[in-house]
């Protein structure tokens, strides 16, 4: 009797990243489960790749966050969820960042993460006292003693948010520690992201 598939959920799954991480999951023996808002196509795509599953995943819905894991409910198991959904980089010095574009960067990186992790605590990693969760931060956020030097300018709501991101992860490990909490800083990234940047700032950046 052959076992129960493990599944690993990757919020936007069918971006850049999240599909890499998709793929490096299946390469693991994981079942993916392919998050997604708007790009059924593409994460359908990465599911066939990869022999996963998609999911309809609103980070800044909660009815839709708690429709999402009411269907994970079923599964025998499901060994924990990478964060690695954010929405378009607007690229805007600090005195002009909109409401509108801080309040979308929020929505998807720090309110929908804090609701969808809790969820999943309750309803499907609490019951095993078992389950990761990795959160896609950025090394654009900086460094240094105090957390904040080094941030890099002109990515203010992109940047802050993850910042929140952060936050919500620290908060998750400390109330839960049992769960597996872990965040990756990947740098500068092949993905549609990149677009927002001036092409001869990237190459500096890539070098």
């Not at 990869?50 to 909660?62: H, N, R, V």
């Not at 990795?134 to 993850?162: C, D, F, H, P, R």
Request: hydrophobic share 45%; charged share 20%; net charge neutral.
């Amino acid at each position: 009797m052959s076992p129960d598939p493990i599944h690993f959920l990757v919020s936007g799954g069918s971006g850049g990243i999240g599909a890499a991480v998709c793929d490096q999951l299946a390469a693991r023996g994981y079942v993916p489960i392919v998050g997604y808002h708007r790009s059924a196509d593409a994460a359908g795509t990465v599911a066939d790749r990869t022999g996963g599953l998609t999911l309809s995943l609103d980070l800044t819905d909660e009815a839709a966050i708690l429709r999402a894991v009411e269907s994970l409910e079923a599964l025998p198991r499901l060994a924990g969820v990478v964060l690695a959904g954010s929405p378009p980089l607007v690229l805007t010095p600090f005195g002009k960042i909109t409401a509108e574009d801080l309040q979308a960067q929020w929505q998807v990186n720090v309110m929908g993460p804090q609701r969808l992790i809790a969820e999943l605590v309750r309803r499907c990693f609490r019951k095993h006292k078992q389950g990761a969760v990795v959160g896609v931060l950025t090394q654009a956020m900086g460094a240094g003693e105090n957390g904040i030097e080094g941030a890099s300018s002109g990515m203010g709501a992109y940047v802050i948010a993850k910042h929140g991101l952060a936050g919500v992860l620290a908060m998750a490990a400390a109330d839960y520690p049992w769960l597996r909490v872990r965040a990756v800083k990947p740098g500068y990234t092949e993905t549609r992201m990149l677009e927002a940047f001036d092409e001869r700032f990237l190459a500096m950046q890539l070098e």
